[in-house]
């Protein structure tokens, strides 16, 4: 079967990269891929591994961070069969707005705004305390995300 457009655009995007020296260039062609994998062509874990290596080139830009906790979203659907474990990846996603706050200021609002989106999905304090967890404890979300997060309840 031959490759989608999406195929076409990445490969072509990835030539681009090879061509290009100009480090903040390529963070944003890195970015581009990890839309179009996250949006396009349903691979969250190549849209994380193209964000962080538009983070690497360009630490100080906070856009990638929204593309991967976007993928990591997408992905608990499908890594988790329990709403409880699906609302932990909120807490992930939310560090990741946290994080791209914190490097680049311009969008700071933006961030605050996912932040409380992502807020609404966050397991109360009976589900919680059920799963002998404490808010504020550590927690690491499973599946391929395997990320390290802050345990929170909806308010």
């Given at each position: 079967?031959?490759?989608?457009?999406?195929?076409?655009?990445?490969?072509?995007?990835?030539?681009?990269?090879?061509?290009?020296?100009?480090?903040?260039?390529?963070?944003?062609?890195?970015?581009?891929?990890?839309?179009?994998?996250?949006?396009?062509?349903?691979?969250?874990?190549?849209?994380?591994?193209?964000?962080?290596?538009?983070?690497?080139?360009?630490?100080?830009?906070?856009?990638?961070?929204?593309?991967?906790?976007?993928?990591?979203?997408?992905?608990?659907?499908?890594?988790?069969?329990?709403?409880?474990?699906?609302?932990?990846?909120?807490?992930?996603?939310?560090?990741?707005?946290?994080?791209?706050?914190?490097?680049?200021?311009?969008?700071?609002?933006?961030?605050?705004s996912l932040i409380a989106d992502?807020?609404?999905?966050?397991?109360?304090?009976?589900?919680?305390?059920?799963?002998?967890?404490?808010?504020?404890?550590?927690?690491?979300?499973?599946?391929?995300?395997?990320?390290?997060?802050?345990?929170?309840?909806?308010?």
């Amino acid at each position: 079967m031959p490759g989608t457009i999406f195929d076409a655009v990445i490969s072509f995007l990835n030539k681009a990269i090879e061509l290009e020296t100009d480090l903040d260039k390529q963070a944003h062609y890195y970015y581009q891929m990890a839309i179009i994998c996250n949006t396009k062509m349903n691979l969250q874990k190549d849209a994380v591994t193209y964000s962080r290596k538009a983070i690497e080139l360009l630490p100080t830009w906070g856009e990638p961070y929204f593309v991967v906790a976007n993928a990591y979203l997408q992905s608990g659907k499908d890594c988790f069969d329990g709403a409880f474990e699906r609302s932990t990846v909120y807490w992930v996603a939310t560090d990741l707005c946290q994080k791209a706050k914190t490097v680049d200021k311009s969008i700071e609002e933006k961030a605050n705004s996912l932040i409380a989106d992502y807020a609404r999905f966050y397991p109360n304090n009976e589900e919680v305390f059920f799963r002998s967890l404490q808010e504020g404890s550590s927690y690491t979300v499973g599946c391929w995300i395997n990320e390290k997060t802050t345990v929170r309840v909806k308010k």
